[in-house]
């Protein structure tokens, strides 16, 4: 098949799709939207309320669940965020079995179990982009129907390996970036730490190096949990080391652009690393633990990486990280990352699965 595709994307039902991005899921997931349109595909994405309705966005019901007192009562009652997550994907999937002729693919771009765990119900051939490490429910959903016709993606090599006991044939596309609006900056200017700010993303780790190295950091990027910001980041923020809040893209850029380096301080089994390539399209080079796919994206041309939470092995390989050419690190982001490169993968397999 080859032509304009009738494609449906599944995306967050928690977050929405739009600026400034919750996550590098929803800044992938709009990304991608925005050039499968641009290239003239038929896109409906099904998304949170509150997305951007320039992607063609169909909202998900996420919404309060009508369940009665007796049920809400039950000890099996999940919170109300679960629940409406649960029914919103529930509806869509029965929706999209209902209606076979829609579309020619449908892209799951979720985290959620229930659009692989019903696409056995759907005629319509569905891809879906593995983002995590293995996950209790999604690895559930698989395992109940190991021969569920769904074509997986990992988004790295490291996480297809993960996978791979019970995908063992998943795909690697690894997420491009627009190359034209993470553009090269300056540099020079403080350190910069930018993701979720959530235990796992480690904030606290990159100001601990920052003030061990004696090196003024910026922090961006929403406050995912509160608990985790009052007690760990919060107080370790001065007039050296700031929060300057959540940025859209263009703000977002000329931050990392103007940085001398990124720090990045994954405390779990970190499944790409959006971050770390935009930060070398901008020419800033990277500072971070060898943790999950790290390794994958960064080389000796464009940064250091140490050991999984040595603060004090972070801390050292800074100055020799700031004195690293910020020409390579464009160089490496051009190479892997540019963003057509990942659409035309993706392209391409929409037009072998819907053949």
């Known amino acids: 098949m080859t032509g304009v595709l009738r494609i449906a994307i599944i995306a967050s039902a928690r977050f929405p799709i739009r600026e400034p991005f919750a996550g590098g899921l929803e800044s992938h997931t709009w990304y991608l939207a925005r050039a499968l349109r641009r290239r003239g595909h038929e896109l409906t994405v099904f998304a949170a309320p509150g997305s951007d309705p320039g992607l063609g966005v169909d909202l998900l019901p996420v919404d309060t669940v009508a369940l009665s007192a007796a049920a809400r009562a039950d000890a099996s009652m999940r919170p ?22 829609r579309f020619d693919v449908v892209h799951n771009n979720s985290l959620h179990h229930l659009p692989v765990a019903l696409a056995p119900l759907l005629s319509t051939p569905v891809v879906t982009t593995l983002h995590t490490p293995p996950t209790p429910w999604l690895e559930s959903a698989i395992r109940a129907r190991p021969d569920n016709g769904v074509v997986f993606v990992a988004v790295s090599a490291h996480t297809a390996a993960a996978w791979r006991p019970l995908v063992p044939d998943a795909l690697v596309i690894r997420n491009g970036i627009d190359l034209d609006e993470w553009s090269p900056g300056p540099g020079g200017g403080p350190l910069v730490w930018t993701g979720r700010i959530t235990p796992e993303k480690g904030t606290h780790l990159a100001l601990d190096a920052a003030r061990h190295a004696d090196r003024p950091l910026l922090v961006a990027g929403p406050i995912a949990d509160t608990g985790y ?19 859209g893209r263009r703000e977002l850029r000329d931050l990392v652009a103007a940085a001398s380096a990124v720090l990045v301080t994954p405390c779990w089994d970190e499944p790409y690393g959006l971050v770390v390539a935009e930060a070398l399209a901008c020419g800033t080079p990277v500072a971070g633990f060898a943790i999950g796919a790290l390794p994958e994206l960064v080389d000796d041309t464009c940064g250091r990486l140490v050991p999984p939470g040595d603060v004090a092995a972070l ?7 700031t004195a690293l050419p910020r020409s390579a690190a464009r160089r490496r982001a051009e190479r892997d990352w540019a963003h057509p490169r990942m659409v035309d993968e993706y392209v391409r397999l929409y037009e072998q699965v819907a053949a």
């Open 80 to 101: 109300e965020w679960w629940m409406a997550e649960h029914h919103a994907y529930l509806r869509l999937m029965l929706d999209l079995a209902e209606r076979p002729d």
């Open 229 to 247: 910001w009052r007690s760990e980041v919060e107080p370790r923020l001065d007039g050296r080391i700031r929060y300057v809040g959540h940025l």
């Open 315 to 321: 801390a050292a390989v800074i100055p020799e990280t």
